[in-house]
Structures are given as C-alpha cells and as structure tokens.
C-alpha cells in the first residue's frame, strides 16, 4: 500500500497553477524580448543605410551644382555652398578639391571645425586610392575623430553596441562618422587621341566622332562627413518606444496567463472540495462548470453522478418528511440560487469597472505620446503623417470617451457612482448645456429651440449628474437629426414635479425596439451608421433613476424621437409658493 505523502513534501510541491504561471510566462518574456531585439536590428540597418543614403545624395547633388566653379578655381562659390551645407545637423564637414588635388574649400561643425584652419588638416581626409580617378561611384569610408585627428577604421561603431550606453548615458556615447568622396567630372565627352575632335564636339556635331570611344575627365573631388548622432537619436528613441510595447506585451500576456491559468485549475479545485464534501455524505454540493472543454464535462459527469446520489437519498427522505419540509427544501434552493444570480451580477460588475480602469491608463499614455509627436518633441513629421496621427487622436479621444461612460455605467449599476443632492436651478443647467453643442455643430445647420422657464422650481438632485443626462440626450438629438433638422428642448413644471423634453427630427425609433433602447450595448437599426457605443442612453436611466425620476421615449419613424426626463420638485424649491403653472414663463429660440 503506497504512504500518503509528508507534510514536507507537500509543502514543497509545485502546483499546477504555479507550473502554468512559470513556464507560460518564461516563454511570453523571451518571445517578446527576442521579436524586440530583431525589431530594433533591422531598424539599426535602415537608420544606417538612410543616413548613408543621404549623404550619397548630397555629395552627388553638391558636385553637380558646383561643376563649373570647381573647373574655374571660384573658392568663394564653393565656399558659400559649403556653408549651406553645413547648416544640415547631421553634416561634419565637407571639403572640396580641383583636379589637382588643391584644396578649393573646406569647413567643419563642432569638433571638426579646428581641422580644416589650412591644408594639412583637409589633407588628413585625402581620396581613397580605391576609387578610379574618373569612376562616377562614391565611395563611403567609416572615419572616427580621435582627439581631434582623423582615423579611417574598417567598420564604424555599431548602432547596436551602442544601445545600452545611449540608454544609460546619451552624452557620453562615441560618435561615429562616414566620409563619402565623389570624384567631379566633365559633363561632356572626352576623346583622348584627338584634342582637336574634343574642341570641335562643344561647338557642334561631327560625324567623324562616330566609332570613337569617349571618356571623362575628372574636374576635381568633393567629400562630405555626416555624424551618426541624429540616427543615434532617433534610435535612442525607437528602442524607448520598443522597450515601453515590449514590457506593455509581456504584462498583457502574463496578465492573460495567470487569468488562463486560473480558468484552468478553478475547475479542478472546484471538483476537489465537492468531492470532499461528497465524502462526509454532502450530497447537496455541485461543481460549477467553467468551461466546454474536457474539465467542465467532468465537472458536468461529476455532478449528474452526485444528483444521482443525491436523488436516491431524497427519494428515501421523502416517505418520511412531510409537505411543509418539501417547501422549506426548496425555497431555500431558490434562496441559493437567487444569491448566487446577485454573485454574478456583481462580478459582472466588478469586471467590466475593472477593465476600465485599466483600459484608461495605455489609453491616456497613448494620447501623450499622440500629441509629443503632434508637437514636435520627437522629431518633425511630415504633413501626411501628421494627418495619420490626427486621425489617431481623435479614435483615440472616442475610445476614452467610450471608457468613461463604460466606467460610469458600471458604478452607477453598482451603486458607487458619487452623488452629491442639492437644489439645482434646472433652466440654467440646461442651457449651459446647451452653450456646448452651440459651436460643434455649426456644420450641420441645425435648427435649435428652446422653451425652458427661468422661474422653474430647483429639484433635489446633483448638477453635475444632471448636465450629464441632458448632454447625452441632446447629443444624441444633434447625432441622429439630418443636416437643416429641427431639435426642441421644453421644460414645464406641476405640483409634482419638473418634466424636460428633447426633441429630435431624425429616423425616429421603431415601435418594437422601444423597450430595449434603455439597454446597455443596444443600438436601433436605424441608426446603426452614426458612431457610438450604445451607452448614452443607459447612463441616462441610471442617473435619473438615482435622482427618483423617471424617462420614457415616443418616437415616429422617419420624424423624429421625444424623450422625457420627469424630476421630483424639493421641498426646498417650493418655498410656500403656489403650482409653477402660474408663473410667467421667459422663452429664447436660438438657430444653429
């Protein structure tokens, strides 16, 4: 017969969550660090290949630009280009020569600028002996500056070597440069064995060139040293980004282990304590089913096994107990299950508060960096860029505004919505309610009216919960009304209470979709093209239920829906006075 195991050994043990946990979440850190890691390689590739891209470009445009002054000796031409050029950041030093290698000008930026004070420093950056003299390549050489003189090295200083210091200690990450020389040559052809041939063609065609070979002459060399610091930059700032998705992926997919972790093992401990209890003769307990996989069909087999045990016992019970136990049997059933409904429900609750909680956080850090790279802080962007990230911020702007009222959803359900009573003056929440939708829809023409008094009675409720029920229902009125529609908002008053109503000349609401439109998530087919979540109108009938009102809904399809808010009038806003019918009502009509 084989021993229990030992205190000991049970303790040391690794459960299965754990085992889950561990080995799940090893494999999410080394596949998002290794997708990283290759992701900033090939990025470290491009930077180089794109400055080095650059500087190919500038030499060749600055060769051809100065073909002539380099040909007639002009040092200030040259030299005024030369300044031009170095107004570009990433741009060290350029030199230019004459077919003789005479220097024809040269200059430097930062630690550069002390080298070229005459000649011998300019002679320090010669042409590569590799290059043909009247070859049309350039030729790209990794150059160091070490301690203000020059060093031609085989290959530069790798971006990626570099990553750790750059991270640590930008300051003091070694610079690394590429000289890239272009020989200068004659635009026309040569022809070597006749000079007088060469003469004639500049003036006019000759047949007798045909069937010669022509060649160029080189008129002299420009070269041109660009810094790697502003790639360095730009990479500094690529692997902030890489590394900040890298640790948001790993926390996701941790998080998503240990949640799967959990679905898998709850199961099991499930079946555990029920059939720990199933062994001290409980045969009223049940494993919850968590899933369709092969745990919930044990967990299902398990329980038919113990209904089965159990209904055995029942049915022996029963020839003993009378009526009136039966009743009590099973109204305490329905007394569990009712309790475990309200479980549900406020987990339900619970998640849906939770994740948008921490859906605001990325969502917020998402919309700084948006706007850093709006403004400039990471670099200039293009026109067509800065489009793009339009676009983002404002689905970005929706998804937060969508968050929120998920948010506020879910704790007014829950009862943890703060509230805070007091007399409020309807007529002027009302209207600075209004003010807002005044300026953001100019566009569609709307016809806006307004009929509130301004001798309403106040209610007993909170201002800001307030503006928040009539901002949603007239965003809706100005969402769903056709440009050139007509929206209405009144306001009357009665010995009961205050009763808002906001009109609408949109599609209207179908008759069989009126007891839903309250819902959460639910949206009318009509209105299926206008963008939202389905939420607006859920907040509405939590908030006015929290105030003791109550809102209702008529609507036509094709002209239009009416929606009513009805308010309990305070004590406090009586005052001794009589019905507000007989007040004298002040009335503005506005036109947007």
């Known amino acids: 017969m084989t021993s229990p195991p030992t205190a000991a050994f049970t303790t040391a043990r690794l459960t299965l969550w754990s085992k889950l946990v561990l080995f799940t979440t090893v494999i999410v850190v080394f596949t998002c660090s290794v997708q990283g890691w290759f992701f900033i390689k090939e990025q470290a590739g491009i ?44 741009v060290a030093y350029v030199v230019v020569r004459g077919s003789d290698d005479r220097l024809l000008g040269a200059a430097g930026n930062g630690d550069w600028r002390g080298l070229f004070v005459d000649q011998s420093g300019a002679d320090l950056l010669s042409m590569p002996s590799i290059l043909p003299p009247v070859s049309g390549d350039p030729a790209v050489r990794p150059v160091l500056l070490d301690q203000g003189v020059p060093r031609f090295v085989e290959s530069p200083p790798s971006l990626l070597s570099r990553i750790p210091r750059l991270l640590l200690y930008p300051q003091g990450v070694e610079v690394g440069y590429f000289d890239i020389a272009l020989p200068v040559l004659s635009p026309f052809a040569v022809y070597d064995d006749d000079p007088a041939l060469n003469l004639t063609l500049r003036e006019t ?76 003769r409980d045969y009223s307990v049940r494993a919850m089913p968590a899933s369709s996989d092969e745990i919930g069909d ?20 029963e020839l003993n107990q009378t009526l009136e136990a039966r009743v009590q049997g099973r109204t305490a059933e329905l007394e569990q299950a009712n309790c475990r409904l309200q479980e549900v429900n406020h987990l339900k609750t619970s998640l849906v508060s939770s994740a948008s909680h921490e859906l605001r956080t990325p969502i917020t850090a998402i919309a700084v960096h948006l706007s850093n790279m709006l403004d400039g802080i990471g670099g200039s962007i293009t026109p067509h860029q800065g489009e793009t990230l339009q676009i983002i911020q404002e689905n970005t702007e929706r998804l937060r505004r969508m968050v929120d009222d998920l948010l506020d959803l879910s704790r007014l359900q829950g009862r943890r919505a703060p509230f805070n009573p007091a007399p409020v003056q309807l007529d002027r929440i009302i209207h600075d309610t209004l003010f807002a939708f005044l300026q953001d829809r100019t566009q569609k023409q709307l016809s806006l009216h307004v009929d509130v008094s ?93 105030h003791g009102g109550s809102v209702r809904v008529e609507s036509t399809v094709g002209r239009g829906s009416r929606f009513f808010v009805d308010l309990p009038i305070t004590a406090q806003g009586l005052n001794g006075t009589g019905p507000l019918t007989s007040r004298t009502a002040s009335h503005q009509s506005l036109s947007v």
């Not at 660009?226 to 640790?247: E, I, N």
């Not at 007993?460 to 307030?466: E, F, H, K, N």
């Not at 179908?510 to 109108?537: H, K, Q, T, V, W």
């Open 298 to 317: 044990l967990t299902r087999t398990f329980n038919n096994m113990v209904a089965s045990i159990e209904q055995r016992e029942e049915d022996l019970r």
């Open 454 to 546: 301004q001798s309403l009675d106040s209610v007993w409720g909170d201002g800001d919960r307030l503006r928040q029920v009539f901002a949603n229902l007239i965003h809706n009125a100005v969402k769903f009304s056709p440009p050139g529609g007509d929206i209405r908002v009144t306001a009357e008053g009665s010995d009961e209470g205050i009763t808002v109503c906001v009109a609408d000349s949109g599609c209207g609401i179908p008759s069989e979709e009126m007891d839903r439109i309250f819902l959460p998530f639910y949206r009318c087919a009509n209105g299926a093209r206008a963008r939202g979540a389905g939420l607006g109108l859920s907040i509405v009938k939590e908030l006015v239920d929290l």
């Open 47 to 90: 930077v180089t290949d794109g400055l080095i891209d650059n500087g190919v470009y500038l030499t060749r445009h600055l060769a051809a630009g100065n073909r002539y002054s380099i040909l007639v000796g002009d040092s200030a031409q040259i030299r005024e280009q030369i300044t031009g050029l170095l107004t570009i950041p990433h």
């Open 205 to 280: 065609p000759d047949r007798s060139a045909e069937g010669r070979i022509p060649s160029k002459t080189r008129l002299g060399t420009v070269q041109i040293g660009l810094s790697d610091t502003h790639a360095l930059t730009l990479l500094r700032a690529l692997v902030v980004q890489v590394l900040m998705l890298t640790g948001l992926a790993i926390a996701l997919g941790t998080i998503g282990v240990i949640y799967l972790a959990r679905r898998i093992t709850a199961p099991i401990k499930s079946l555990t304590a029920a059939a720990s209890r199933l062994e001290a």
